[in-house]
């Protein structure tokens, strides 16, 4: 199995700023997913962060608003650009268990609370 | 149409009862099936996979069923701990994840 730690795992911003999620996987893996899920709602995928590559983009998100870095094999960032109150979300990283495994399991980071007021 | 649907709820059940959901999938291709438990303010984990000759683990019987694209759950005994959001998930090609909204799960006492 995969631990993963995200950060922050809540946080309160003005608007017009930006904030940076931090995802760290114990173990490396090929793969790693952005969500956002809102009130109520499903998890949406925003992008899938692949190492060596840009990320690749679900409908509806670009990369301006949610700039994604993958460093290496085990570590992803989100940034939430220039937010507003529309922003306000539970965001979530995702991963499979590690390369090794070949794991159809996947694995989530705690969540990151965001209130943009 | 949605990838997952799920009716969310929320189901009450008297503690000791059964209770049964099922979800739909629209892509045909869909290639493995999971359900997740959601607790409030937590992350998803995973409850268990669902196969297509069916699976059981325990108070918990997951259900396939390819040829109308839904799958089920079912708890027996319920427990108050029972008491979560149960995530319907698709895998599609490429490891893509599709999830439902979930059922709402109340067990009372």
């Known amino acids: 199995s995969a631990v993963i730690s995200q950060k922050p795992s809540r946080d309160i911003c003005q608007r017009g700023t930006s904030l940076t999620i931090q995802c760290q996987v114990d173990?490396?893996?090929?793969?790693m997913f952005w969500y956002r899920q809102q009130p109520g709602q499903s998890l949406t995928l925003i992008a899938t962060a692949n190492q060596g590559s840009e990320a690749t983009y679900e409908s509806g998100f670009v990369i301006d608003k949610f700039p994604i870095s993958r460093p290496n094999l085990t570590f992803s960032t989100l940034t939430v650009s220039n937010m507003s109150p529309e922003d306000s979300s539970i965001y979530l990283c995702?991963?499979?268990?590690?390369?090794?495994?070949?794991?159809?399991?996947?694995?989530f980071g705690q969540g990151t609370r965001l209130t943009v007021v | 149409r949605k990838e997952v649907e799920q009716d969310p709820g929320p189901f009450n059940v008297p503690e000791g009862a059964t209770v049964a959901f099922n979800c739909t999938y629209s892509?045909?291709?869909?290639?493995?099936f999971f359900w997740y438990r959601q607790d409030c303010r937590k992350e998803p984990k995973l409850l268990m996979s669902v196969y297509s000759s069916g699976n059981e683990d325990g108070r918990f019987t997951a259900q396939l069923n390819r040829a109308s694209q839904y799958i089920s759950l079912l708890i027996r005994d319920s427990k108050l701990s029972d008491s979560a959001t149960y995530l319907c998930?698709?895998?599609?090609?490429?490891?893509?994840?599709?999830f439902g909204k979930g059922n709402q799960v109340v067990v009372i006492p």
């Open positions: 173990s490396q893996v090929t793969m």
């Open positions: 998930v698709v895998n599609n090609a490429g490891n893509r994840l599709a």
């Open positions: 995702s991963s499979f268990g590690g390369i090794e495994y070949g794991s159809t399991e996947a694995f």
């Open positions: 892509n045909s291709a869909s290639q493995s």
